[in-house]
């Protein structure tokens, strides 16, 4: 009943396959981690290292989701699971991150401060 | 078609095993809960930027160090789970094993770096930041604990030999996705709560 | 095979002499046990899980309902003491959340519970012991947040006193709100009551969450062949849409209490203003959970609408995928309106505008399904037995409670009647008007075939005028109490005002209402007691479930039936001849029934435990930081040995000639 009875033989090489996209995969997002590392500390214009940054995380986050997780190889429905989840948080950050300003904290009332 | 309807292994309209399709739901789920918090990190980040500076605390070395570790574990989880589809029980124990060991050993760096902020005056009840941090980083540690957990006691099943590789590679393969999981919710806790803290 | 309310009258299969085998764990598991106790806690069976969660929902009704008798009680004159100030907003704060979280969720998941599986065709959920902790999860929950009454009792009684991180306080039942707003519940300012609600809350998340995902797996998966998407009864789908919905609402609600449980007990600064917390941040992440919640309690009730009118009409549902895109509409656009209970907060001029259009959109694929609904009305040869009285009921009554929530999407207007009785007037009538209309529809519709007898009488006219009646006494002067002022949530009210007259009238009105649950507690019982075998299909009706016995038996169908077209059983009976029901041939191996367990009652008693023993510690109770930590070991437990034991199950052979 399983995925893998009826395509045992072809699995075979499919894994090889996949085996290779793996470890293509781990070289890359440790080279990734590195130039992160090394980023932070360039002279260069804060907002492009913030873009360069957001941009290398979310291509991290999508392959290992794409490969590691296998929903490139899965059915579209488990796509749209966790899709749905992952667009319905990212809007409400967003949207949080939009409402919430400064103009409307009461710094008296903050003794931290 | 079989009706073995409860046979967890079963899959039927839509060709997607049970197990999995739960699995990834429940990774839907998890992303709401950690979006909710890391929203509450920034927002207090973007309201109180001036309240502390983490630079001097935050050693970018050893969390980049931890990252590659956790990066490095997820690369294990997907040799194991390909392992247990090949049939292959031994090369599944290896992987399984190593995937525990790193799991473990960024625990540890967090366990070292928590007790190093603590000494240095960042706790829980540090304001904002304090909360916030703490309460991220801590969850997703619990979360990194569960599954190392998860991952002995299979380790371990898979010795009594009632670990068929046929019947049990969804097993695996959904304890895979959720390690996978944990790590790329670290990938982004790493950019939103240390890097970006480093941009001048 | 032990004697309960499902298994009919006349014993169906001839099993020889079944006997239960051992886990994985060595253990045996409690199938076919001949303890009547033991095979109802142990069950994974859908249709007792749904029967169980029915009549929890049923008891916290009327829970609920004396919380409510006792507040229109207090406010039927000015000035009045029947209850202290603290009393009342306690009794507020208990009625919200117990018809919430305790009577409508439960209600609408014995529902799912019992029908889903039916409607497509299959044996069980996917998941039937997941389902298992689900109920008992839910049961846990309950016990923690009531167990507060009986902490308030001793404190009154004068056996106990808070002390350590509550000392001082005295309200042990929760008392700030059903929404919790910070900062009134950090620990300055309230008791272990709000421990209480954190907690209980939290477990109710766990029951919730658990379900929910069990049931998409199962709407997906598990449909018979031929049980195309679009041929589902729309009441499967409004269980499909509610389900995510609690998968993605829920966990914004789970990080809120844990924040507020951090701030609580650790003393951290989420909502603390003098440490820096935002105490908006709260409403904010409330509401982001709490408005999906509202369409997660109307949607299944608009499902329990959508079978009755087409079987009470003998005519299709007008516009079926209308009206399922309208339900998905309404879900997703429901995550994007939260913070239309905060126009009063200051949000700024851009956010409110966007908020107010958003909730105006919402009220479009709303309207679209009572358009819908009367189309289907319109030309068919209505019959008006009990559950489409309700269910007729429900359009009416329903669309008030939408007109009053169009008046405050318009945020100029909402100034005024924010935080008004104008507010409770709205949210009662899509409640009761709405849900509670609606599910006691699909108990009078579907109590025949849970419970194989049939009504007998006519009481449920006198349900349904006089429930009618008391909504309409009790909540429509409110609309007027709000325009001219009066507050919510105040124990009482000082004379000279004018709302004098409003409030007698309402408090006359809720007892009416009150007297007419109680007539139909009456006429389950006398169902229960007097009623006649129901027989198969009753009510000529249109879906699956009616091709089953009644009740059905414990494996649903004899053989998995191939489904032709939408409204399979109506096609079945009067539609054309290449439209009939055929079935699968199952072969020699049977039914495999999935087995019993301990597991997830064990799992889910642990529940118990770290639910009080926080709150116990709370409230200065020595050694209590154990015993929560032993209730996580014992959940921790129960769920290793659950996955270990293995799945099991056993195998049934029904005779040829049964359904």
């Known amino acids: ?113 | 078609m079989s009706d073995d309807a409860h046979n967890n292994d079963s899959h039927h309209n839509l060709m997607v095993n049970n197990k999995k399709l739960l699995m990834w739901l429940f990774l839907g789920s998890d992303c709401m809960f950690f979006g909710t918090m890391i929203s509450t990190h920034l927002i207090y980040r973007k309201l109180y930027p001036e309240s502390f500076d983490p630079t001097s605390l935050f050693s970018l070395e050893l969390t980049s160090f931890s990252t590659f570790i956790l990066l490095m574990s997820s690369f294990l989880m997907a040799l194991a789970v390909s392992a247990m589809h090949k049939g292959d029980i031994k090369s599944f124990r290896r992987n399984t094993l190593g995937v525990i060991f790193f799991g473990l050993i960024f625990l540890a760096c967090q366990v070292f770096e928590f007790t190093e902020f603590v000494h240095e005056g960042l706790t829980l009840n540090s304001g904002t930041f304090g909360s916030t941090f703490f309460m991220l980083t801590g969850t997703h540690g619990v979360h990194v604990a569960i599954g190392v957990f998860w991952l002995t006691c299979m380790y371990f099943y898979s010795y009594t030999g009632k670990m068929d590789p046929h019947e049990s590679a969804i097993d695996v393969e959904v304890a895979g996705l959720y390690w996978h999981f944990v790590d790329i919710v670290w990938i982004i806790i790493f950019t939103v709560i240390y890097l970006i803290e480093f941009i001048k | ?659």
């Open chain 3, 1 to 659: 095979m032990s004697s309960t309310l499902t298994e009919p009258t006349t014993p169906a299969t001839h099993d020889h002499a079944l006997k239960p085998e051992k886990s994985n764990l060595g253990l045996m598991r409690p199938d076919h046990s001949k303890s009547v106790i033991i095979d109802w806690l142990t069950t994974v069976d859908h249709k007792k899980i749904g029967i169980m969660y029915g009549a929890m929902a049923l008891f916290f009704l009327l829970v609920g309902g004396l919380e409510a008798l006792i507040i229109r009680a207090q406010l039927i004159v000015p000035e009045n003491d029947l209850v202290s100030a603290e009393r009342y907003n306690q009794l507020f704060t208990m009625h919200g959340t117990t018809m919430i979280f305790l009577a409508i969720m439960p209600l609408n998941a014995a529902f799912f519970n019992f029908l889903v599986p039916l409607q497509i065709g299959a044996r069980d959920v996917a998941f039937p012991r997941i389902n298992s902790f689900s109920l008992w999860a839910f049961v846990a929950g309950a016990l923690v947040l009531n167990f507060s009454w009986l902490m308030q009792a001793f404190s009154e009684l004068g056996w106990f006193t808070a002390s350590g991180p509550t000392a001082g306080m005295t309200d042990f039942v929760p008392g700030m709100g059903w929404f919790g707003y910070a900062p009134l519940t950090e620990r300055q300012f309230t008791g272990v009551g709000t421990d209480f609600w954190i907690m209980g809350l939290q477990i109710l998340g766990i029951a919730s969450l658990s379900a929910s995902m069990n049931f998409i797996a199962t709407i997906v998966n598990m449909r018979a062949p031929g049980m195309k998407m679009m041929r589902l009864p729309v009441f499967t789908w409004m269980t499909l849409i509610v389900s995510l919905l609690i998968v993605f609402a829920f966990p914004a609600i789970t990080i809120a209490l844990g924040q507020l449980m951090f701030d609580r007990v650790f003393d951290t600064s989420f909502f603390q203003v003098a440490q820096g917390g935002q105490p908006i941040l709260w409403q904010h992440l409330f509401w982001i959970f709490g408005h999906p919640e509202v369409y997660i309690l109307v949607l299944p009730a608009m499902g329990i609408v959508s079978e009755v009118l087409p079987t009470f009409s003998k005519k299709p549902l007008f516009g079926y995928s209308i009206v399922v895109f309208s339900g998905a509409v309404i879900g997703f656009l429901g995550f994007a309106v939260w913070s239309h209970h905060m126009f009063t907060t200051g949000l700024g001029k851009v956010a409110t505008a966007a908020f107010s259009l958003l909730t105006m959109a919402i009220a479009v694929p709303t309207g679209v399904k009572i358009f819908n609904w009367i189309g289907t009305l319109w030309g068919g040869r209505v019959r008006f037995d009990a559950p489409m009285i309700f269910s007729v009921g429900f359009i009416w009554m329903f669309m008030m409670g939408g007109f009053s929530g169009i008046m405050h999407s318009a945020a100029p207007a909402d100034a005024q009647q924010q935080d008004s009785y104008f507010v409770i007037a709205h949210f009662h009538y899509v409640a009761i008007g709405g849900i509670l209309l609606a599910s006691i529809s699909g108990l009078y519709f579907w109590l025949p075939k849970i419970l194989g007898k049939m009504w007998a009488g006519k009481l449920s006219t006198w349900v349904a005028i006089l429930s009618t009646v008391g909504l309409n006494v009790t909540f429509f002067p409110m609309h007027f109490l709000g325009l001219i002022g009066m507050p919510r949530r105040t124990h009482t009210y000082l004379s000279g005002f004018g709302w004098e007259g409003y409030n007698m009238i309402c408090s006359i009105g809720a007892f009416i209402l009150g007297f007419s649950i109680l007539l139909f507690v009456v006429d389950i019982i006398l169902l229960m007691t007097k009623g006649k075998p129901a027989g198969n299909d009753p009510w000529d009706a249109r879906t699956l479930e009616w091709a089953t016995t009644s009740p059905p038996r414990s494996y649903n169908f004899a053989r998995t039936p191939i489904i032709p077209a939408r409204d399979a059983l109506w096609e079945h009976k009067h539609g054309a001849k290449n439209r009939k029901i055929t079935f699968v041939d199952e072969g020699i191996h049977g039914i495999h029934m999935p087995s019993q367990s301990w597991m997830p009652f064990i799992a889910s008693f642990g529940f118990v435990p770290l639910g009080l023993g926080l709150c116990l510690m709370q409230a200065g109770v020595a050694y209590m930081g154990y015993v929560t930590i032993g209730g996580l070991a014992i959940i921790a437990l129960g769920v290793t040995l659950w996955a270990i034991e293995g799945p099991g199950g056993y195998h049934l052979h029904p005779k040829e000639d049964e359904i």
């Open chain 1, 1 to 113: 009943m399983s995925d893998t009875l009826s395509t045992s033989h072809a699995d075979h090489s499919g894994e090889e396959q996949k085996y290779h996209a793996f470890i293509n995969l781990a070289l890359v997002l440790a080279a990734i981690t590195g130039i992160e590392l090394v980023l932070v500390y360039l002279p260069i214009n804060g907002t492009f290292i913030f873009a360069t940054l957001v941009s290398l995380s979310l291509f991290k986050f999508f392959s290992v989701i794409a490969w590691f997780m296998h929903l490139l190889y899965d059915k579209l429905i488990l796509t749209l699971a966790f899709g749905t989840g992952l667009s319905i948080a990212s809007g409400t950050v967003v949207a949080l991150m939009f409402i919430m300003d400064r103009g409307f904290v009461d710094f008296e009332a903050i003794s931290a401060f």
